[in-house]
């Protein structure tokens, strides 16, 4: 199944890169997107080779050049981008992006769904490549979602969506519930509800930000738009295939010990496990906008 994920991998890639080429340019690529990609290209060839501490780092350094590509394109796309036009908001994805990221490794605890290996033996080194590669994982799905948007993917009008109080409640006490059972189901069950913690905070959250102002993907179904929520659920494929990519070649990487489907894995993942990454696009998404309005910041995403 290795063969079947590379393909994967180089279907996502190029369809990225032919979105970016045949998209209306505002202005020429930015170097900082070269050298991301020389990044990229880099690391994967001293990674392949053994070569540390590449080969121990080589996702958030895989992540890292992406995200500077990625940028690059939007900028080159719309003329504004999240580090070029909105730094402060730039930081805050990837600062905000580890202690959202540390929600799921504590349900991980309960769960154990997955688990890391060939890990430096430091335990500096350890905490700095979590903290490095968890502040990655944010902006590299709101990178690129935001790329997909400004390529002009599902721009159109669609039928607007009703959205009451009483559904709004409802989908919250269904957040509550799905993120609460996992936590008290008995142990050799509670490895099966992941799935719950994957859409728990989409269905919690999203009436939240609607109701407080935040962006919410409930206002744009209620004003007929729906890049967003497309854009993202594609983020989230498109990234999902790009982690298990470049995870399974790292020395240091994850892999998981989900109690089924073992014996069907592209890379490392079982193959179900990649429906999860759309909704944890979107999930990602309702965390981020409800952290930022509580400071009183509402974000342009």
């Not at 050799?188 to 999203?206: C, K, Q, R, T």
């Not at 854009?231 to 982690?243: D, E, N, R, T, Y």
Request: with cysteine; aromatic share 18%.
């Amino acid at each position: 199944m290795v063969t079947a994920g590379i393909v994967l991998f180089c279907a996502a890639a190029a369809w990225l890169g032919w979105l970016v080429l045949r998209g209306p340019r505002r202005q020429a690529y930015p170097l900082y997107g070269y050298l991301g990609l020389v990044v990229i290209v880099i690391a994967e060839i001293w990674m392949f080779r053994g070569r540390q501490p590449v080969a121990t780092f080589f996702t958030p350094i895989a992540w890292t050049g992406y995200i500077a590509a990625v940028d690059a394109a939007v900028l080159a796309l719309s003329g504004r981008s999240l580090l070029r036009s909105r730094p402060g908001e730039f930081l805050a994805a990837w600062v905000l992006s580890v202690p959202m990221w540390l929600v799921f490794e504590a349900y991980n605890l309960r769960l154990e769904n997955w688990m890391y290996v060939g890990l430096p033996r430091s335990a500096a080194l350890r905490n700095f490549g979590y903290a490095w590669s968890f502040a990655t994982i944010w902006p590299a799905i709101l990178e690129t979602s935001q790329l997909l948007r400004a390529a002009g993917l599902w721009s159109r009008s669609f039928p607007r969506v009703e959205f009451s109080r009483n559904l709004g409640l409802a989908s919250a006490v269904a957040g509550a519930l799905f993120l609460g059972l996992p936590l008290i189901l008995p142990r050799n069950l509670a490895p099966y509800s992941f799935g719950l913690v994957w859409l728990g905070f989409i269905f919690l959250l999203e009436p939240v930000n609607f109701l407080r102002g935040a962006p919410s993907l409930v206002q744009d179904l209620r004003e007929g738009r729906r890049a967003r929520l497309y854009s993202l659920l594609a983020a989230g494929a498109v990234c999902g295939i790009f982690w298990e990519f470049w995870n399974y070649w790292a020395a240091a990487r994850w892999i998981y010990v989900f109690p089924i489907f073992q014996s069907y894995k592209i890379f490392e993942m079982p193959l179900p496990g990649f429906l999860g990454f759309p909704p944890f696009a979107l999930e990602l998404f309702a965390m981020y906008c409800f952290l930022t309005r509580l400071v009183g910041h509402v974000p342009e995403l």
